[in-house]
C-alpha cells in the first residue's frame, strides 16, 4: 500500500483544524503539522490525532511572512517518513 502524508503550515486554526485532521487521518499516515506560533487551542487540538507530527516556525516580525520557513520544515520532516505521496496543505 502506497504511504501518504499530508504537510500543513498553521496558525490559529482552532475554528477548522479537527476537521481537517478528522478528514486526514482517514486517509493519511502521517500528518505534518508546522505552526507559526498560534495562540488558541490548535496545538491541543493537533496533538490529540496519533499520526500529527508537530513543529513550529522560528519567533519572528509578524508583519514579516515567512511562509517558506514554515514549507521548509516541512520538506525537512517529510524525508525521514519517505511517503510515497505528499499532500502539501
Known amino acids: 500500500m502506497k504511504k501518504i502524508t499530508a504537510a500543513l503550515g498553521i496558525k490559529n486554526e482552532e475554528w477548522i483544524i479537527d476537521r481537517t485532521l478528522s478528514a486526514l ?4 499516515d502521517k500528518i505534518i503539522i508546522v505552526d507559526d506560533h498560534s495562540t488558541d487551542k490548535t496545538e491541543d487540538i493537533c496533538r490529540s490525532y496519533d499520526k500529527v507530527e508537530w513543529h513550529q516556525t522560528r519567533e519572528h ?3 514579516v511572512r515567512d511562509d517558506g520557513y514554515q514549507k521548509m520544515i516541512a520538506i525537512d520532516a517529510l524525508h525521514k517518513h519517505n511517503p510515497d505521496y505528499v499532500l502539501f496543505l
Open 61 to 63: 516580525e509578524w508583519k
Open 25 to 28: 487521518d482517514i486517509i493519511c
